[in-house]
């Protein structure tokens, strides 16, 4: 099937008629076709015609069926069913005037969870096709329901859809089944293979539980009246802490009972917590969306309902022992409370004779340890005495050493002094010698220009300027009328 798939996408773009005409005519081969046309209109029917072979003529006309044909829905009576051991499916849809040959291939037939037989009214997905081998005409069929179940699926989804919308799914608003159902009732067909699961295994799980049955048909065009109002019936008797509604499996429009809008309803409103067992694991209605509980199947339905009887057992028996491991554990630790307490209980006198001879001990032991820490303390009083006697301090030497000690830093100080005094008489000597005030004594002076500033060379004067002299004890101004260098002076 994939094969084919690609060999219609790739000649996809090819104008089939075009192909025909141009083979039929002869005005080419199959790969010119993609060329422009001749201006002249051609005949079909020429003396030059090209000649094509049985199996490009089946291919082209495959091409042109499935491009002009797309994949639809075809409604038919199944005939000649045949089941290939390679798992392919063959067999002929038909009506009152015409058939076709089908084939349902493996890699589609897996994802059935049924499988048709002669006579069956049917619906296919198929995409008509042409078989080349034999150039016969087919169809490749790709998906099959039973004739009707597209129009109650899509019932069945707006009804989902609706309810749903309404609120009546919503999981806060679902209602916990009793651990430990006091009395349960059942609401299926008495002729249901479905009730004689569920009571099996009600009868192994938990046998103790009386069980009331709510008779109604499960299938019919009247069931989904039926089935509601032996809801109603059991809900209005409140005989009942949990029910089940159960039934086996089948197709779509075995299931349409479970799928009414009004047993939805009485349902969603029931004080009584429901469980659903209807069809198999992958068969849903909208009486299991509703539900407080969902099971895959009624078997499952009934093992939801009730504890089982096993398991319980050995839950009974696992808490018997512990309960009589803690018996027998609290039993000895009295005991031995008790031993303790009878060891305890003595004789008034003997109470008041056991305290005098115990405050006697203590009294004695008290004498005795303050006459030995008298007589510590005493010891220790006269060792440390021995030890003052031992530390005092010989002063003569002591004395001496000081006054040794006290002339040799004086001489030191005395020394460091003069010293220091000479270096002083140096310092200012020095400093005398570099005043300014002595050089001036000796015959110098010091000139300054306009701005104060000292004039350390001739040529930084010019005649006319005025300078002022500072001699030794008093001062005087000049005006410049000539600058010599030094080799001119005398």
């Known amino acids: 099937m994939r094969r084919r798939v690609e060999k219609r996408e790739t000649y996809h773009h090819l104008n089939w008629r075009k192909i025909l005409t141009r083979l039929l005519t002869g005005t080419g081969r199959v790969d010119s076709v993609n060329k422009s046309p001749p201006n002249h209109r051609t005949s079909i029917v020429s003396s030059t ?5 049985v199996s490009e003529l089946n291919r082209l ?29 063959y067999f002929t849809l038909k009506d009152e005037q015409s058939s076709v040959r089908c084939a349902f291939f493996r890699n589609r ?12 009214q049917v619906e296919i997905r198929a995409q008509a096709t042409l078989y080349e ?51 349960l009732g059942i609401i299926t067909s008495l002729q249901a293979a479905a009730l004689q699961d569920v009571l099996k295994t009600l009868e192994i799980r938990w ?38 509604l159960v039934r086996g499996g089948g197709s779509l429009e ?24 209807i069809g198999h694991e992958t068969d849903f209605s909208i009486a299991d969306f509703v539900a407080d ?9 009934a093992q939801l309902s009730t504890p089982d009887r096993q398991e319980m057992n050995t839950q009974v028996g696992s808490l018997l022992a512990r309960i009589n491991r803690s018996t027998i554990r609290k039993i000895n630790e009295q005991m031995q409370q008790l031993d303790g307490l009878s060891r305890r209980v003595i004789h008034p006198g003997n109470a008041v004779s056991s305290y005098q001879k115990h405050l006697a001990q203590i009294t004695k032991r008290v004498e005795l340890s303050a006459v030995n820490h008298l007589l510590l303390a005493k010891q220790t ?44 008489e140096k310092n200012v000597y020095a400093l005398q010698q570099l005043n300014p005030d002595k050089v001036l004594a000796r015959g110098y002076c010091i000139a300054f220009n306009e701005n104060g500033t000292v004039i350390k060379q001739a040529r930084s004067l010019s005649i006319g300027s005025k300078v002022a002299i500072k001699l030794a004890s008093d001062a005087f101004k000049a005006t410049v009328d000539q600058v010599t260098s030094t080799t001119d002076v005398n």
């Not at 015609?49 to 072979?53: E, G, L, P, S």
């Not at 037939?109 to 037989?117: A, I, M, R």
């Not at 049955?213 to 209005?236: C, E, K, W, Y």
């Not at 509980?293 to 339905?301: G, I, N």
Request: a positive charge; aromatic letters at 6%; proline letters at 8%.
């Open 254 to 277: 075995d299931l349409r009972p479970f799928n009414n809008e009004q047993l939805a309803r009485t349902i969603y409103a029931s004080p009584i917590p429901i469980i659903t067992g």
């Open 61 to 89: 006309a495959r091409l042109a069926l499935e491009k002009s044909l797309p994949s639809c829905w075809v409604a038919g009576e199944i005939s000649n069913f045949t089941r290939a051991s390679s798992g392919h499916w």
């Open 109 to 120: 037939t897996q994802f059935l969870d049924w499988t048709p037989s002669e006579g069956d």
């Open 207 to 244: 046998p103790s539980c009386p069980i009331i049955i709510f008779p109604t048909p499960v299938q019919g065009p009247d069931a989904a009246a039926m089935i509601n109002q032996s809801l109603r019936d059991a809900i209005r008797r409140k005989e009942c802490d949990l029910l089940l």
């Open 49 to 53: 015609a090209a000649v094509i072979t």
């Open 293 to 301: 509980v969902r099971a895959a199947t009624p078997t499952a339905a």
């Open 381 to 424: 009083l006269e060792n440390r005495k021995i030890a003052l006697g031992s530390l005092v301090p010989k002063l003569s030497p002591l004395r001496l050493e000081i006054n040794t000690n006290n002339a040799s830093l004086n001489s030191i100080l005395n020394r460091a002094f003069a010293d220091r005094k000479n270096k002083i």
């Open 133 to 183: 081998t034999r150039g016969d005409y087919q169809l490749l069929v790709d998906a099959m329901r039973r004739e009707g179940q597209g129009a109650l699926y899509e019932e069945f989804i707006r009804l989902k859809c609706k309810l749903e919308a309404e609120g009546l799914f919503r999981a806060e608003q679902k209602l916990s089944p009793p651990r430990f159902p006091k009395q």
